[in-house]
């Protein structure tokens, strides 16, 4: 059994023990836009990849390519639930994702001592939109979320132009914001 998966781009690249040099933008911008959020239930098709375009163009440019790689580690892992990824069966997928996350944002050229800083504002953001999408993208439950994380977040302000993007169009424009903030990046990072 092999113990890697196939990227888009043809890489072998294991999650679990990640190669920089095989980690893609374009793998991942592509695999983004092609996991829809809230695991597939939502009143219509929504990508990882938008997700963190509305993360990441809402926070301060300083922050942004630290917001647009937020969940870069989903390309090779792919997406967990919130409710089910904070459960203690799942340690191994959020140790997994960190040390992959970590990766990826070296690999980016993300400077680490300012990660902590960066991820704090990029996380505060993620949940203001993840209430905004929750308020827009899914229907009415039986139950309320009980996320105490979520208790004192407000949701982000929503868009009057926001609309779902197809996957082509969510990984275009990921893959547009990329090189926007990447600008003047060395060319080993485009990948």
């Given at each position: 059994?092999?113990?890697?998966?196939?990227?888009?781009?043809?890489?072998?690249?294991?999650?679990?023990?990640?190669?920089?040099?095989?980690?893609?933008?374009?793998?991942?911008?592509?695999?983004?836009?092609?996991?829809?959020?809230?695991?597939?239930?939502?009143?219509?098709?929504?990508?990882?990849?938008?997700?963190?375009?509305?993360?990441?163009?809402?926070?301060?440019?300083?922050?942004?390519?630290?917001?647009?790689?937020?969940?870069?580690?989903?390309?090779?892992?792919?997406?967990?639930?919130?409710?089910?990824?904070?459960?203690?069966?799942?340690?191994?997928?959020?140790?997994?994702?960190?040390?992959?996350?970590?990766?990826?944002?070296?690999?980016?050229?993300?400077?680490?001592?300012?990660?902590?800083?960066?991820?704090?504002?990029?996380?505060?953001?993620?949940?203001?939109?993840?209430?905004?999408?929750?308020?827009?993208?899914?229907?009415?439950?039986?139950?309320?979320?009980?996320?105490?994380?979520?208790?004192h977040v407000e949701p982000a302000m929503h868009r009057v132009s926001w609309r779902p993007l197809s996957a082509l169009a969510a990984e275009r424009e990921f893959l547009n914001c990329y090189?926007?903030?990447?600008?003047?990046?060395?060319?080993?990072?485009?990948?």
């Amino acid at each position: 059994m092999a113990n890697w998966i196939q990227t888009h781009a043809g890489h072998a690249f294991d999650p679990f023990a990640p190669d920089q040099d095989k980690i893609c933008i374009k793998d991942i911008a592509h695999a983004l836009s092609n996991i829809c959020r809230f695991t597939g239930h939502t009143n219509q098709y929504y990508s990882v990849a938008q997700h963190c375009v509305e993360v990441a163009t809402r926070v301060p440019m300083v922050y942004q390519p630290w917001a647009l790689l937020h969940d870069a580690s989903e390309a090779y892992l792919c997406d967990i639930a919130r409710p089910l990824k904070q459960k203690p069966e799942f340690k191994f997928y959020r140790d997994a994702e960190d040390v992959l996350q970590t990766a990826i944002y070296k690999r980016f050229g993300l400077v680490e001592g300012a990660t902590p800083f960066a991820t704090d504002i990029v996380k505060n953001m993620d949940l203001r939109v993840l209430l905004l999408e929750k308020r827009l993208l899914l229907g009415r439950c039986e139950k309320e979320w009980d996320d105490h994380s979520l208790a004192h977040v407000e949701p982000a302000m929503h868009r009057v132009s926001w609309r779902p993007l197809s996957a082509l169009a969510a990984e275009r424009e990921f893959l547009n914001c990329y090189y926007l903030m990447f600008e003047g990046a060395a060319e080993g990072h485009l990948g």
